[in-house]
């Protein structure tokens, strides 16, 4: 289980890694958590790899314009305990210890992992839960792109091969807040199974503001739209959270697979929104 | 019931936890497992593999390959061919050959290994791996094997003109002439068709093999990761057809076997062909990918039990049905006894039949309790039946256990079942849970729609078991000139403990420090001939054969210092390395100066006292087996949401006579529980319908973690064994052995509300959701 | 080839490689310190867990060329001289490893989780070693030794 050869380089500025990137074959190499182990089985091999990590630039949580800004190439563990994210940006904070093991997140990357867009990974997911924004920048300048258009496919996603993203923009959600993260996993540490990621704003008992995303259920981490209708706008004492959680998954066609059917993820999809929602709640209502 | 307990006078290290003498040099990073043996200019190793389950070669060019950078040789089947001798192993007999090193005309199974590249480092021969043009004309796969015996359209070993996949049918043979009226007349008769899912051995360090071919000396040298050096060297030397002095297998640290690396594999044999090939070294280590997809396959067996309960919860009788997947080429078809089908039970009757089919998958092999079906499928019948016949499984259990008492016991299939606890052994685990208590508590928890169940399997284990071959253990026990002590053990370690364990017996029979007691294993060029370690058989054997030998070699110190001390032998003893007078301390020698006298001034002794501090004994126990025995509990709650069932508690009550270090008795039973916790809730070799596997990296094939795993409770009970001088019994396996029944009853007593009987493994959450769904619960 | 320069264990060191040789293989092969070990070069297992700049990380997920001026530390360079550190003291003497090919792994992860979590509870531990796999042991006198670690070394501060 040994890669097959690539030229190396760690350019410095985003600049530099952009030209290295537009050597035909050259791959971005971020933490390498997801990257190596399919280079080892040679499952992917490159002619190039483009190593980000010597730029300072894309390391690091700020806050900006109402977003937590997230710097690319951050660790994921770095993230997890910085009090920027813990404050403005409480469901990534709560996603993230669910991303495999520590020592993996000592060297996986927020970007890393939104780029590799695995449809069971709870950082696309998030992005999508709270209506992310993500920075790309490549030889024609930066665009930024939202996570609702970000996610094509299983590890699929809008940015270009010769393009890198630089940065992940989380809203800040005002007070009142409440957010949980409920998944199944086979065992600690692994991908999930299938997942729910809810976020609900409350003014004065009455929902307004909600988010629910879903993991899991197809090759693309979802949003349900129509169960976060039935929510916004809505008392939250007269809410049917069974209701909501069905609706959630009505419309969805989750794959079988080795480790459950898409029967499984659809039912117990539904029991982790709700269980989820009404953390969410909970939360808020001592917020 | 008493504790017989024989402990020797003077005995201060058997029986004590004392500190592993491997430990230091482990976790300090200084073991030498097989990868990190460095030969200056050794090649390395990769296999081109099948990934097709069953096809026919209709090309295979290897000449760019040969041309690839580093690269030193590329073998096919056409390099091997007449180059080497006969392949079988003496414990599995002359009719069990190794398959050719690599296919010959056809694949069958994935994994299959075609050809062989050696190159300057393992990157070189991967690339080269990529080079060679294989095309292969893809056949219908045999995957099921429920189904395979009645397949006579694809069949596994065409190839051999074999005309169906059975390896081996035996017919019904009832154990009793009454048997069918015995059924016919029962009470209750409860049928039960019990399914074991595959699992495997993975140990953390997969297989590997470095050999080094000495062309002017015409000598192997191979150090290997084997639980057998002694039984590889002399494989290789019928294999190479040479004398076994001139082939040397060592192992240092092995990581893990299981069973696994017990006997040679084909692959290991392509290794020693081209050591030969290119004269030098080459060296191959297993990576995880062919570790799961190619270094044997266990479990996966079914059965359909019958049980026959009269109106009083006698069992009157049990029969099993079943059949077994040995995989395309078992390097250990090593399935179900039935003679155990009846383990710690007073059953009467008892029949049984009994197949092995031949699929295009990855081959059997030994697992930790190779023969444990029958634990399995014993003891989930034995639940099934309770609950069809609405009494407490514990209750049944409780009418027909076995208990010290009343043995011996000749059991239906002829097995003298003696120094066994089972009953006993059920009462203190049942007492550790306070398993009324919990019934109390489940009911309370149902009420709320909790589902709490319980699990309980009993079962014998027959340890240094009954094989011709495995009937005897050496050892060969030393002063050193210093006074120190080696013993050379037939033995190969793969974490077991041996060489702390073997110290302890050695320095209480001698008398001597257990820091002055150096156990050398797993070196045939050392050591005395030993089959190997697995079976449970180490502490019995191993441990018979050091006490033996040290007891003699004790007599020849005795000897020597009665002539230093002018004293008869029969008034000396031995305590810390001295040797004194009874009841004079004052008169006495030191070993050193016993060795001092035997290696330096041997011509100072009397013709009639050997001046030789060394003996060796090759031990045979009075009996076979060895039996020791265990009942476990488990305690498990299904989340209603995920359907993930948790582990509350787990209890183990066990008996393996008297404990040599009780911290690595208990240790043997976390891990042997452990994989029996693993192979029920998480672990699962698949394949999909064209015998691809599916598991085939540590993402896949789920092995479980600390925090997936209980904390074991041991009770213990020593019921001393009569067959070796120690009163030891084996236990290395029974954990594994116990805990897939212990676990599938717990589960099914959880979803009992739902009127569900689980009886098949594997429970992963979504299997547990299809159960219930079925059942119309979910 | 690649020219390396990076400290292990104290000593610093220069290495020429090929920058698809991983981490894991580089100190095996060309520092000569076997203790990391390989169990599944995917990143699963943690027995190839050492400490780059003072985190835990994965050697077999790096390459050693990334590892230009890291400073690492490996499972030979824990011990101070003949003087076992807690945590390998703990692992003896609570029979935390058997076959012990995945123990440095497990060292290494155990040292590093008992710096951030100095005090952890028996879930927490379970959870903290989670990322590595042991065959043998079940487990339970890994967690016993990490809790006796932990009492030492608090002990010690
Ligand atoms: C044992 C194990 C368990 C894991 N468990 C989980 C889990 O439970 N949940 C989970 O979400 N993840 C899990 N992961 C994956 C982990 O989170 C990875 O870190 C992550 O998926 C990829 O991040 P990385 O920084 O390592 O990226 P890399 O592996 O370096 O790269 C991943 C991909 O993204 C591209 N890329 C990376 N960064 C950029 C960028 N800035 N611009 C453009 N392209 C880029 C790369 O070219 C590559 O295609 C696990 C990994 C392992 C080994
Ligand atoms: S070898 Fe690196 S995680 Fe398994
Ligand atoms: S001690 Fe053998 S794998 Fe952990």
Known sequence: MKPAPFEYSAPTTVAEAIEALSHDDAKVLAGGQSLIPLMAMRLSRFDRLVDLRRIPELSGCTRVNGTVRIGAMTRQADAEHDPIVAEGAPLLAKALPNVGHYQIRNQGTVGGSIVHADPSAELPTAALALDATIEIAGASGVRRVPASEFFLGTMETAVGDHEIVTAIEFPVWGPGSGFAVEEMARRHGDFAVVGAMCGVRIEGGTVAQSAIAMFGVGSVPVRCGAAESMLTGSTVDGLDLGAVAQAAVADLDPPDDLHASGAYRRAVGAALVERALRAAIEEAGHA | MSNRIISPVGARFVGQSVQRKEDRRLVTGHGQYVDDIKVPGALHAAFLRSDVARGRITKLDVSAAREAPGVHGVYTWQDFHEQFGEAYHVMMGEALVVPPPLAIMDVRHVGDPIALVVADDRYLAEDALELIELELEVDQAVVDYRTAADDSDNVVHAGWGLPSNVMVAMPFMPLAPDLDEAFASAAHVVETLVDQNRYNCVPMEGRGIVATWNQGRGEMDIIASTQSVHETRNFFARYLDIPEGNIRVTARDVGGGFGQKMFVFREECAIVLAARAVRGTVKWIEDRRENLIASGHSRNESGTVRVAVADDLTITAMSVDHVADVGAYPPCPAVLDPTLLTGPYRIPRMGFSMSMVWTNTMGKVAYRGPWMFETTAREIAIDATARAIGVDPVELRRKNLLSFDELPYTSAAQREMVEITPLETLDQALEMLDYEGFRREQEAARAEGRLLGVGVSVYVEPTSMDAPSLHTEGATVRVEASGKVVAYLGTTSHGQSIETTMAQIVADTLGVAYDDVIVVQADTQSTPYGPGTGGSRTAVLAGGAAQRATESLREKVVAIAAHMLEASGDDLEIADSTISVKGTPSKSVTLFEVAKLAYRQAHTLPADVDSSLEATVRFRPTRFPTWSNATHICVVEIDRVTWRPTILRYIVSEDCGRMINPMVVEGQIFGGVAQGIGGVLYENFVYDNEGTPLTTTFMDYLLPTAAEMPHIEIGHLETVSTTNPGGFKGLGEGGAIGSHACVTNAVSDALAPFGIVVTKTPLGPNDIFELVRAAGHA | ?157
């Open chain 3, 1 to 157: 080839m690649h020219e390396v320069a990076l400290t292990v264990n104290g000593t610093n060191m220069r290495i020429e490689v090929e920058p698809r040789m991983t981490l894991a293989d580089a100190l095996r092969d060309r520092c000569d310190l076997t203790g990391t070990h390989l169990a599944c070069e995917h990143g699963v297992c943690g027995s190839c867990t050492i400490s780059v700049d003072g985190r835990a990380v994965r050697s077999c997920l790096m390459f050693a060329v990334q590892a230009d001026g890291a400073d690492v530390m490996t499972i030979e360079g824990l011990a101070n001289g003949e003087e076992l550190h807690p945590v390998q003291k703990a692992f003896q003497a609570e029979h935390g490893l058997q076959c012990g090919f995945c123990t440095p792994g497990f060292v290494m992860s155990v040292t590093k989780f008992l710096e951030t979590t100095p005090d952890p509870t028996d879930d927490q531990i379970r959870d903290g070693i989670s990322g590595n796999l042991c065959r043998c042991t079940g487990y339970q006198g890994i967690v016993r030794a990490v809790k006796r670690a932990a009492a030492e070394l608090n002990g010690q501060s």
